[in-house]
């Protein structure tokens, strides 16, 4: 099969394609022929290894120290199963699934295997392309603004980095659990993120967050611009900041009512963003459809640090 390979951290040049082994179903996993699969914030991190402050250490050990341990990146996939393992009863041929692959990475290609138990089912409503660019930011936000700050009808959210895979996501999921939404972006997405569902729009190139008036019930930060002070001072009393993105020191420091760390993957979750999508609560934000062998331009998209929403690529 093909698949964008990566032997050695650096810049998008780094990223090949090349043709490799096709993988197997093992007993409990299922071979999914992908039609469609996110290059992501997390993906460009990797392949550049260019990690949050303090966290280099860790992650090399986990992606590997001098090159990739995984050389096929892409976790954010939908697609069609073509193989189930022996012990799979729930998923069959045919069926059409979506899913994240977590540390092992490898849906930059044109098959995957992946547990059975990781999968959601992609209903017919949602096209691959917005089931893949979907599932990345989507349980992210999903993870910090309901499980960890219970955002619900009355309250007010800041989202800064309005206008990414995770703050396209967390401006949608806050209006829709009845908050009031404002979104921090620059003057070319503010018209996006309005429509999107933020009731105001801060242009970071015109106003320094630092400077408003302004004190909310959830801040989250999908930038890392923010201390957990500058956070701090922009919440009510009771308010929580949500770090996205957090060095190790302010990970380490992050309890009560700041909340830092990985957000999970968990099918539920999966399953509650495609009901969403699906009837239309949630519009998954697409920059741009690659095909598999541009997919180093895609890349190059994502390290712009500019990309609105998701880069999806079609294997
Ligand atoms: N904790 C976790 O589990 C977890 C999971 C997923 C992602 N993350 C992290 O969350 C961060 C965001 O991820 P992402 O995939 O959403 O990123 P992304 O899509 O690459 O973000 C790009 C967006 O950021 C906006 N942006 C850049 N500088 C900004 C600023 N100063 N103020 C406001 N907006 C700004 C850009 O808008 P403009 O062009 O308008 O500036 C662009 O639309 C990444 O650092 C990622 O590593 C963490």
């Known amino acids: 099969m093909r698949a964008a390979v990566v032997d050695r951290y650096g810049t998008p040049d780094v990223v090949r394609i090349s043709e490799v082994a096709r993988p197997a179903a093992r007993a409990d996993e299922v071979l999914v022929r992908v039609k469609a699969v996110a290059v992501t914030s997390a993906d ?4 550049g290894a260019r990690f949050p402050t303090g966290f280099s250490l860790f992650a090399r050990l986990a992606f590997g120290v001098l090159r990739p341990r995984r050389t096929i990146l892409g976790s954010s996939f939908s697609g069609e199963v073509v193989a189930v393992g022996t012990r799979v009863r729930d998923v069959a041929p045919g069926d059409e699934v979506c899913g994240m692959t977590g540390l092992k990475l490898g849906a930059h290609a044109e098959y995957v295997a992946v547990p059975a138990k990781k ?3 992609k209903p017919s409503a949602v096209p691959h392309e917005d089931a893949a660019g979907l599932l990345f930011g989507g ?14 009808p009355g309250m ?5 980095g309005a206008s990414g895979a995770v703050g396209t996501t967390a401006v949608q999921l806050a209006k829709h659990f009845g908050a009031t939404v404002t979104g921090v ?8 993120v309005a429509d999107l569902g933020a009731a105001r729009v ?3 190139t015109r106003t320094d967050l630092a400077g408003i008036a302004d004190r909310f019930d959830v801040v989250l930060d999908a ?4 201390s957990i002070a500058a956070g701090r001072r922009l919440l009510n009393p009771q308010g929580v900041l949500l770090l996205a993105v957090a060095g190790l020191g302010d990970t380490v420091r992050a309890r009560g009512d700041v909340v830092a760390g990985p957000a999970p993957e968990r099918v539920e979750g999966f399953e509650f963003l ?9 519009t998954v934000v697409i920059d741009q459809v690659y095909p598999l062998q541009d997919i180093a331009e895609a890349h190059r998209r994502v390290d712009s640090g500019r990309k609105v929403g998701n880069i999806v690529v079609r294997p």
């Open 119 to 121: 999968l959601a089912r």
């Open 223 to 226: 930038v890392g611009n923010l």
């Open 139 to 152: 349980s992210t936000a999903l993870f910090f603004l309901r499980d960890k700050a219970s955002v619900g």
């Open 44 to 47: 460009s991190r990797i392949r």
């Open 274 to 282: 495609l009901r969403l999508a699906a009837v239309g609560a949630i």
């Open 185 to 192: 972006t620059s003057t070319a997405n503010a018209g996006l």
């Open 156 to 160: 007010s959210v800041l989202v800064n």
């Open 202 to 204: 801060i242009d970071y």
